[in-house]
């Protein structure tokens, strides 16, 4: 590879009058700020905004009570309003963006929100209309397993938000339909689908050390492009981890559609990270990139956030060399 052919992509996206848009959708919870991070700390604030899509509910706590409804319903949110504002954003126009308060529950004052060349919206609608489709570049949709998903709820509602575990878990039944019927379906758009569920090695390592196993489902890339790669150090996996870990990859069947499945558990030595450091380092001659630093062991989460780091910008790549 040569700075030639390839200079430095920071640089390329900065002068590129295109924004690229990364859409997130799951459940509240289930960790969808994690797995972009990579991206967030790869090209940094300059490049890199974010939207939560909480913002745009339609009704505060008190009104969703008042109404019957949860968040998870779309007559609780202002969707359309999305739709509006994502079509303004993609073409680079600043929008006056809503502000959900979630310690109050209730709704501050409007921002102006200008868009970087890299805009990432996460939430629970985010592609759940053709309309908002049509706008996102790339489609990532986080699925933990039901138990993992509520674990994290709990934990984050109570110590973060302030509520108590029974209203918690009283709001956990009743979304359960809502997810279903109106948040469950956008996995059969998502060009990304990844899974969460326990480590085989034990359901204790997920609150003790952030282990869990990790599954990323993806569709097959319609093009590959040349010096593009994705290495995976077998010297490091076979010689250097003394943790367990899993690595397995299946073709099947992801919500009707045909994907392959890339399945990891356990901890990994943090040398098969920075391995696939480098080779984003190289591809995108952007230095340095060093996501886990001073770490011995790398989760299977953290593995999965680089594999799709190297996705998103070889889909971003893939948009810049099209003609």
Known sequence: ??????????????????????????????????????????????????????DYHALDREGRKAEGVTALHPRANRIDRLEQDLIQLKRGVPIEKPV????????????????QKILILEGLHTFSTPALRKYLDFTLFVNPERDVKYDWKIRRDVEKRGYSREAVLAEIRQREPDYAQYVSPQMQYADAVIGIGYSEYGKNLGAERNVYRVSLAQKKLKRVLEDIDLPLDLYSILSLSERNFALKFARGENDGRQMGELIIDGE????????????????????????????????????????????????????????
């Open 1 to 54: 590879m040569t700075e030639k052919h390839h200079p430095n992509f920071k640089d390329t996206i900065a002068a590129s009058p295109s924004i690229f848009t990364i859409g997130v959708a799951g459940d509240s919870g289930s960790g969808k700020t994690t797995f972009t991070q990579g991206i967030r700390s790869i090209f940094g604030n300059d490049l890199v905004s974010t939207i939560t899509l909480d």
């Open 100 to 115: 959900y308060n979630h310690a109050t529950g209730t709704f501050d004052d409007p921002v102006i929100f200008r868009p």
């Open 268 to 323: 990994l030595s943090e040398h098969i990270a920075r391995r696939l450091e480098q080779s984003i380092e190289r591809q995108t001659r952007v230095h340095p990139i060093s996501l886990f630093q001073k770490r011995d062991y790398v989760t299977a989460g953290d593995l999965v956030q680089l594999i799709l780091c190297w996705r998103i910008i070889h889909r971003r790549i893939f948009l810049e060399t099209s003609p």
